[in-house]
């Protein structure tokens, strides 16, 4: 089944602890992206990356980084989470180039920093 | 960023009733996407528009993609409960990375 997964669904931690939230895809997609969602604001894109080893920012970076050393996996790291950054996330992937194939999201996870 | 608004922000209506709802930017798009999304799920789209004027259909949904590239409205037409959910409108250029600006969506419900 062609998905887009996110590990951990759910996570509360403590100011300052790094954190890393996974993502994979099985769609062998070149494009894969961060997204953070809060109330009024929809999603906004945190970073994204056009291939392997190649990522670049978003519009809201400040806090994150991201790596993508193999094609079906980009992870997002908060090297020290701050409260502002509870939120929810979400991971996509999308197929290069245009055409009838929109990114395809994973389920979320729910962060929540104290 | 680039910025979409999108109205109404909620909407409470009854079943059978239509819904409209739409999203206006200052700048232009090459796409205009709408997703739904249910309760702890993610985005999941419902049509995606790719050329100004176009106008596409899915079952009990209507978008349009604005002549001017600014705009898109989506329709819905004899709401039933299972439509409850927010709707996010989403726009793209052709810059890099191909991705995605949303609008702050409009949430749905839908009273039997």
């Known amino acids: 089944e062609a998905q887009v997964t996110q590990n951990p669904r759910y996570l509360i931690t403590v100011t300052g602890k790094k954190l890393t939230v996974t993502c994979s895809q099985n769609m062998n997609h070149e494009y894969m992206s961060w997204y953070r969602q809060d109330p009024g604001l929809g999603l906004r894109q945190i970073y994204y990356s056009m291939n392997v080893e190649v990522t670049d920012k978003g519009d809201v970076p400040e806090g994150y980084k991201v790596s993508r050393k193999e094609k079906r996996n980009f992870p997002l790291i908060l090297e020290s989470p701050s409260p502002n950054q509870t939120s929810l996330y979400f991971c996509?992937?999308?197929?290069?180039?245009?055409?009838?194939?929109?990114?395809?999201f994973g389920q979320g996870t729910r962060l929540t920093v104290v | 960023g680039q910025q979409l608004n999108q109205s109404p922000q909620s909407m409470f209506i009854q079943e059978g009733e239509d819904v409209s709802m739409n999203c206006t930017s200052s700048?232009?798009?090459?796409?205009w996407l709408w997703y739904k999304q249910d309760p702890g799920e993610g985005p999941v789209l419902l049509i995606a528009?790719?050329?100004?004027?176009e106008l596409t259909s899915n079952g009990r949904l209507t978008a349009q993609f604005g002549i001017t590239r600014k705009d898109s409205f989506l329709n819905i037409s004899a709401s039933i409960p299972s439509d409850v959910g927010i709707y996010f409108c989403a726009g793209r250029t052709n810059n890099a990375g191909n991705m995605l600006t949303f609008g702050g969506g409009t949430r749905l419900m839908v009273k039997p």
């Open positions: 996509a992937s999308k197929p290069r180039g245009q055409g009838n194939t929109e990114a395809f």
């Open positions: 700048s232009i798009f090459n796409t």
């Open positions: 528009l790719y050329k100004a004027g």
